[in-house]
Structure formats: C-alpha cells, structure tokens
C-alpha cells in the first residue's frame, strides 16, 4: 500500500508570494490533517479534513486555507507568505477506526 | 489546558543504556497518548501508544509509563541502539479521532 505522498518535497518562495502544498493520502483513508513543524514550535496542528469538510482548525490565521477533494486528496494554500511560514508543513492521514496518524514526508517551504 | 509538555529536549545515551521520555498534560478529557518517532527527512510515525485504562504497555525495547493521577507519562527505550536515534513526540488527544496535541519533541542520540 503507497503512502502519504506530498509535493513539492521543497520548495523557496518570497514574502507576500502564495504557495500550494498537495497532499495524497493512504488509499481508502478519508482523514487528512495538516501540521506546521517548525524548530521552535514542534508539531502544530493546521486542520482536518473529512469526506471534503473541514472537521477541525487549529489556531493560524485566515492565511493558512485548505480544501479536500472527492478522491481525499487534499491541498493547503499559505497567502501572503512571510518570514515566519518557513517551516516543513506535513500531511497525515487516518483510517476510520483507528487514531494512528499516517504522515509524508512533507513540504519544506522557505520564504526569503 | 491543551498543552502536552516534554522534556527533555535532547538527550545523549550510551549504546545499551535506557532512555527516559517524559510528558505532561494537564486535560483530563484526553485519553489517548501515542508515541511518534521521527528521523531525519522523514515524517513522524507511530511508535507505541497507550490509553489511560492501562499503567503500562510493553512492545519489545519501547515501554510507556502511565501515572493518570499525576497526568504523566513516559517513554523508556531498553538497551538503546545507535538506530534509535531520532526525535521523538509525545502526544495526546480526545478519542480516537480527535486532533493530536504533541510535545515539543526530544532529539535523542545514542553514542555507539
């Protein structure tokens, strides 16, 4: 079984400029959450998607913006990009009966 | 009331030492608490789990420790390997579909 697959692996961008990470999770794993793990922080939690919901959202501002599709692939999009957004931005997803989370490799956006 | 605190940050260990994790949290709702390791490039991936029913969960070197009444719990790796070296996350969250709340991570190294 493939599994979690994000891209761009990596990625340099510059400030005010916006980015879109994809995200393609396990087959048949209608779950996806999105982290934002940075030195400082350690694991932040962005949202979650469920059957094209957003189920839950952490605490980021309106920059940060997701979506899912039919086929559970899901895509985040970062506006008006600064300094502070470097990070590695990782996609995990779930199964339904189980809490184990499923994670890529991830996205590592640099913002100069 | 949502955080999970970790410590330490890093740790050094001798090859076929024990390594000790811990965490706290200070959410009496949360009742499921996973372990992830997470190597260099790679996404975090599920280690060891435990819920608040149990004291203790054993699955081969890795052993959690459960204290409900004092909202810890810990990680102890036996006859640590320079293999596992990694950073490792505790974390906890509400059911088993709710968002994780992770720890700040602790970069372990294990000298050969």
């Known amino acids: 079984k493939a599994g979690v697959t994000q891209t761009p692996r990596y990625l340099i961008k510059t400030r005010g400029q916006q980015v879109t990470l994809s995200c393609s999770p396990i087959?048949?794993?209608?779950?996806v959450s999105w982290y934002q793990q940075t030195p400082g922080q350690g694991l932040q939690f962005l949202f979650e998607?469920?059957?094209?919901?957003?189920?839950n959202k952490g605490n980021f501002p309106g920059r940060f913006s997701g979506r899912q599709f039919s086929n559970s692939r899901s895509e985040m999009n970062v506006s008006t990009l600064e300094l502070g957004d470097s990070a590695l931005y990782l996609c995990?997803?779930?199964?339904?009966?189980?809490?184990?989370?499923?994670f890529g490799e991830g996205s590592r956006l640099t913002v100069l | 009331q949502q955080q999970v605190k970790q410590s330490p940050q890093s740790l050094i260990v001798q090859k076929g030492g024990i390594s000790i994790i811990n965490c706290a949290y200070e959410?009496?709702?949360?009742?499921?608490f996973p372990w992830y390791q997470q190597f260099p490039g790679k996404g975090p991936a599920l280690l060891i789990a435990i819920r608040p029913d149990v004291s203790e969960k054993k699955e081969g070197r890795f052993t959690i420790s459960f204290n409900k009444s004092a909202k810890q719990f810990s990680l102890h790796i036996m006859d640590s390997q320079p293999g596992d070296s990694a950073t490792y996350f505790c974390a906890a969250t509400v059911g088993s579909q709710g968002n994780l709340i992770f720890g700040k991570g602790t970069k372990l190294s294990v000298k050969p």
């Open positions: 998607y469920f059957s094209e919901t957003q189920r």
């Open positions: 959410n009496t709702a949360f009742d499921y």
């Open positions: 087959s048949g794993h209608r779950s």
């Open positions: 995990a997803s779930k199964p339904l009966i189980t809490g184990e989370l499923f």
